[in-house]
Each structure stands twice: as C-alpha cells, then as structure tokens.
C-alpha cells in the first residue's frame, strides 16, 4: 500500500488499495449461530441470505459452515432456515 | 475528404474517427440526429464501438462512467434538459477522473418551452469540473473532439470534457467540412490506456468513502490538474496543426486584436459572425477587434489577463444570464482578467437566447457602442439585454 | 426559399450548398428553425461565397427568393428584405401579371410541379417539386453548374435518386431567364 502524506501521493482516481478482508467482523457478535446437521436438508436458503456472505459451501452437498471471523450474528439465517437447523446461543464471552 | 454536413454529423464522424469503444446517448433536439447517425453507423458496421440504449441521460452518464473504469473510451451527447438531468453524474464524472467526451448542442432551459440554441445549459455546468470547448463551427466541432480525447486522456489530465456547439445554428447548419483520413486520426490519437483500471485478477473499490481528513486533498488534485490541462490543451492543438493543417489557438484566440481600440469577447457560432463584422469596419477605418473564448474551463485566465495591456475597453457578448451579474462569460472575464490593479472598461452584452437571431447588425451596434464607451471613457451600464422588444439596444 | 413542409425546401438548400462545394466555392445552407410540421410554411435559406464563410446568422436581404409554392404568397411576406436587383423564381404555371408580382425584381417562372408529376415525384396532393426547382435556378445562378447539382441531387435525395435528377435536369432545360 502507497505512503500517502500529500495530494501529491494520492492515485490518478480515487481507489482502494486494500482488501476488506483485513476487518474481522466477527467481534461484533452478541449472539452466535450455532448449526445442527442432523436436521439441515442442505436448501442452502441460509447461504443464499447471509448478507456478509459468512455461510460457506465448499462444494455442492456438502453441509454449510459458518465463517466465524466474519459472522456479525444478525441471526437472518436462523430466521430463514425452514427446518429449523440453526439456532441462534448468546456469544461466550460478551 | 470534403463533404457538405451539419455539425450533428461532424460530431458523429468525430466520435468514429476517434474509435470510440462505448456510446449510450439519450435523444434530445437539436442533439438527436448525432445519436441517429451513429445507430446508423452501428448498424452499417462502419463504428468500431457499441452502441447501447438507455433509458435517460443519467443512466447515460452512470453508464459511461462504469464503461470507463474498465478502460473503454466513451462518448455521449445531450442538450440543455438532457444535459441538467445528467448534472448529478457529471459531478462524478469528475471526481471519479474519467476522461469521458460528450458533445452538448447547447440549447435554453425550459420553462417556457424552448429547443432553440441558447448557452444557459452549458454555462449552468461550469462548477462540475469538466473542461469546456467552445466551436465555431461544423469542422470545429469534429477537430474538438478528436483533439478532446487526446486531451482528456493525458495521464496528467484525466478529467472529462464537454464539447459545445450552438444548437440549431451549428447543429442544423450545412457546411462544408474536411474528414479527415483514419490512418492520421489513429496516428495522432493512441487507445486509452488508463493506469488504474477494473480487474478482475486485482479487485479493487473504486470511489469509495473519504473522511474529512483527506477529502480535500483529492479536489485540490483536480484543481491542480485542470491547471495543467491548460498546457495540454495549446501542446495538442499545435500538434493537431502540424498533424491536420488547422489550429484554433488552444485555449484563447486574438483576432484583429493587434491595434484595436475595442475589443469583443465571446464563445461559439457567434464568433464567426463577430470575425466578419470585424473585418468589414476594420475597412472602414473602426479598429475593432475579436476575442474568441474557446476553452472556459479550464480558464484561460493568463491568456485574457494580456488583454489588460492591449485594450482599454472590453465588451463581452453572453447567450446565457446567470442571474447574478451578467452572463457566464462575463463573469468567468471579469474573474479572468482583473488583477488587484484593476483592468479595462469592461460591458456585457447578453442577447441571443432561445434561438433569438444575433445578426451582423447586432454585431455593427454592439461594436459602435464599445467604440463610444471608448471615446467617452466610461460605461453607460454594465449589462445591456439585446436586442429586447422595449426598444434596448437595436431591436431588428 | 419558400416552401410548405414536406415540399423539401430543406433537402433543397443542402443539395444547392453541395453543388456550391463542388463548384469550388464555400456554402451554409439551414433551415429557419421554427417548428416544422406537414403543410406549414417553411423557410430555408443557402449562402454561397467565394470566400470563406463566417456568418451564423439569418439572411435578411436575400439575392435570391425561390417560391415552392405560391399559395405561400398570401400568406407570407416571402419577398421581404429582397435586394433591388435581386431576382425571383416561382413554381408556377401562371404568369407574372396574374400572380400580381409588384416591384422591379426580374421574375422566373418554371412548372416545377408538372415537372415533378411526370418524373413520379410525391403525389398530384403533394407533389415533390425541390429538385425541379432548384435545377430551374441554377440556370438562373450559373456559377453552380448543373453537372455538380446533378450529383448533389443523387446524393441528398433520400428516395428516387434518378427520378429526382431528370426532374433537375428537365427544369434547367426549359427555364429561360426572362
């Protein structure tokens, strides 16, 4: 990533040189999804609404995980799953 | 190669010869038949780039901004309510420093109902940072904007342009104009080669939040590099001469200015009429001369200052009013050309609106009046509204 | 030049500013910019120099005045501003007497719309009579020579090329400057 101290330094139009990947927004958390296999149908509806894309499924079939690091916890997974496979548990350590 | 067209078709033409990758216009009178043209072009094979469809000007706008991010050259063109639409985007234009081109057949705003040419539409944009050009006529208008691109494309440029032509007294207006030949365009103008753009290999986001504490510092380039675009724009003109045989002064021209005890600044169609007028008392004996403005953004403030040295009186001829204190170009002289020390008598003349006729009679009236002020060593009024149906001025 | 719309009166000032072009000389041909609409009076104006031309502004004080139509006479005003010893060209089949032309201004006449009707030009409600008249007027103009109007009218014409350039050339044929 360039040093930026003046106008001079700044790029030809107005850019980012750094990826968001490198927020963790995984602490802002109160409350965690937790995920029971044994009832998931595998319909990928929780994929399909995570707005910070944090349910991941590696391939087709396979059981979704969640992505801790990035799950901010708004709990629309566990809304919307129709058999009631996720459940949203007050986070640990908050 | 000679042919007879309007400067509608001259524009088109242009934006052909300049290979231009990516058009999304939106038609609007007098500027419909540039959009025509180059569907027809589409159509007929003869464009090098796409021609999309779109649902207003904004997303016209909106459009070529994205198409230029990922490198494409782009062009559009509107007139006056087109153009306001647009006003939002044109501001993004700028910051987002895309040097996109679009051709504006200027024309009145509306209300009362008005497609006729008029300046209003374009002197109402001045503060989005887009550079401004001035035509005189139909070959200018095809030499501007290939000349445009070559500009707006510089690395240390790289903000877009509008390229102005009175609506319906160019627009509509057959002449004969020169095209030149593809090979020397593609000669003179090299593919726009941007040193960031979108890829998908090194995602990036473009145009994001700025805090307060840095925001500044990114307009302040912009000013810094519409400064420098002033070099850029007498450099590509010479080049353009040497390449093409035609040069248009750059930002500035003096016309008939050498002796002058008057002089009459202006920008667009009328300059022609102003040029010949000029020349016809210049045999009668009146030292009368032209100045024609054909950059007003950026402004050519050094090259107007000379003009503090060279005559004592100034008229300024406006087709817009800006409801302050005369019309754009007056106001952007008088910023232009006064220094602490002050300057020269200075008058403005607004007239022409709305597609109103300013004739060469006109052009006679003004000039004598500027003779007068000059004999008499003071201004009568600073803005006179010609010609009005009150009896102002000369009404024809 | 005078003329309804849908007579061509605009296509009409373009070819003319071609041929001009051809001819060497320089040209600026437009239309007076009102509303245009089927039937309504339409006024389109050509100026042709030597030098250089400049001027963007209306012609006030024509050389020339070319009528397409000379119903248009009772209701517009289409000698105004017409040169002393500036000349006019009629579509007509009537006699200057009977068109009640006052004024010292030489006067032509051609039937541009016989003309056009023979070559199929329009309809006998609309007939298409601008390259018939115009082809009348560069007999009257002669530094535009007919050959070079001739190719402007091929290329402008939107429809019925060789049908509107024999009208051209039948008209120049029989026009005699009175």
Same mark, same amino acid.
């Given at each position: ?94 | ?396 | ?21 051809? @001819? ?9 910019? =009102?509303? /245009? ?5 339409? #006024? +389109? ?65 051609? @039937? ?9 030009? =329009?309809? /006998? ?5 601008? #390259? +018939? ?45 009175v």
């Amino acid at each position: 990533m360039p040093i930026l101290e003046t106008y001079k330094d700044l790029p030809s139009t107005p850019v980012t040189f750094y990826s968001t990947e490198s927020n963790k927004t995984g602490t802002w958390r109160t409350v965690r999804p937790t995920f029971n296999e044994s009832k998931c149908t595998r319909c990928y509806i929780c994929w399909k609404y995570c707005p910070d894309l944090s349910v991941e499924v590696a391939n087709e079939g396979d059981f979704p995980k969640i992505d801790y690091d990035y799950c901010k916890g708004c709990g629309i997974c566990a809304n919307e799953c129709p058999s009631e496979a996720i459940v949203m548990e007050k986070e640990a350590h908050k | 190669m000679i042919e007879v067209m309007t400067s509608n078709y001259a524009a088109a033409h242009g934006a052909r010869l300049a290979k231009v990758e990516v058009i999304a216009a939106y038609p609007i009178t007098p500027q419909s038949s540039i959009s025509e043209k180059l569907a027809e072009m589409s159509v007929k094979g003869e464009l090098h780039g796409q021609y999309i469809l779109v649902e207003s000007e904004h997303s016209a706008m909106s459009l070529l901004i994205g198409a230029s991010y990922v490198g494409a050259r782009t062009f559009t063109a509107t007139s006056s309510q087109g153009l306001a639409l647009m006003h939002e985007m044109l501001y993004w234009a700028t910051g987002a420093r895309r040097p996109i081109v679009m051709i504006v057949a200027s024309r009145a705003m509306a209300p009362p109902w008005n497609i006729w040419g008029d300046q209003m539409d374009v002197i109402g944009e001045r503060d989005t940072g887009w550079m401004q050009f001035f035509c005189e006529n139909n070959q200018e208008t095809l030499d501007t904007i290939i000349m445009s691109y070559k500009i707006a494309e510089d690395r240390s440029v790289m903000l877009p342009a509008m390229v102005v032509e009175d609506g319906f007294i160019l627009s509509h207006t057959f002449e004969a104009v020169d095209l030149p030949n593809q090979d020397d365009v593609d000669d003179f103008l090299p593919k726009f080669n941007p040193e960031l753009k979108i890829d998908f290999n090194d995602p990036r986001r473009f145009g994001g939040l700025v805090m307060p504490d840095w925001w500044s510092e990114f307009r302040y380039r912009i000013a810094q590099d519409m400064e420098g675009a002033k070099k850029k724009i007498v450099e590509v003109d010479k080049e353009f001469g040497k390449k093409f045989g035609r040069t248009y002064g750059g930002l500035v021209e003096f016309y008939n200015c050498d002796d002058a005890d008057v002089v009459l600044a202006l920008a667009g169609s009328a300059v022609g009429t102003a040029k010949d007028v000029s020349d016809k008392m210049r045999e009668r004996g009146k030292k009368v001369g032209v100045v024609k403005i054909k950059a007003l953004r950026p402004l050519p403030a050094e090259e107007l200052r000379k003009l503090n040295d060279m005559v004592p009186v100034v008229g300024v001829f406006d087709r817009s009013f800006n409801f302050g204190h005369g019309g754009g170009i007056f106001s952007e002289m008088r910023n232009g050309i006064y220094t602490p020390d002050g300057g020269p008598l200075i008058k403005n003349y607004v007239g022409g609106m709305g597609g109103r006729d300013f004739t060469p009679k006109h052009m006679e009236w003004v000039f004598e009046d500027l003779l007068r002020i000059k004999k008499e060593g003071k201004v009568d009024r600073m803005i006179e509204w010609i010609p009005l149906r009150d009896g102002t001025g000369r009404w024809y | 030049m005078h003329g309804r719309g849908g007579q061509g009166a605009v296509v009409a000032s373009e070819m003319l500013a071609r041929a001009a072009v051809k @001819d060497g000389m320089h040209a600026s041909a437009f239309p007076f910019f =009102g509303v /245009e609409r089927r039937g309504c009076p339409v #006024t +389109a104006f050509c100026r042709i120099d030597d030098k250089p031309i400049r001027i963007h502004a209306g012609i006030y004080e024509p050389d020339y005045v070319i009528v397409l139509d000379p119903g248009l006479m009772t209701l517009v005003d289409v000698f105004q501003g017409l040169k002393p010893d500036g000349k006019i060209l009629i579509n007509t089949t009537r006699t200057r007497e009977e068109l009640a032309i006052k004024g010292p201004n030489k006067v032509v006449t051609v @039937d541009a719309t016989g003309i056009a009707l023979k070559r199929g030009l =329009g309809s /006998e409600t609309a007939p298409i009579v601008n #390259t +018939a008249i115009i082809g009348a007027f560069v007999k009257m103009f002669p530094k535009i020579s007919i050959d070079s109007l001739l190719e402007s009218v091929r290329e402008a014409a939107p429809v019925k090329k060789e049908e509107n350039a024999s009208a051209a050339k039948d008209a120049y044929e029989i026009t005699k400057e009175v």
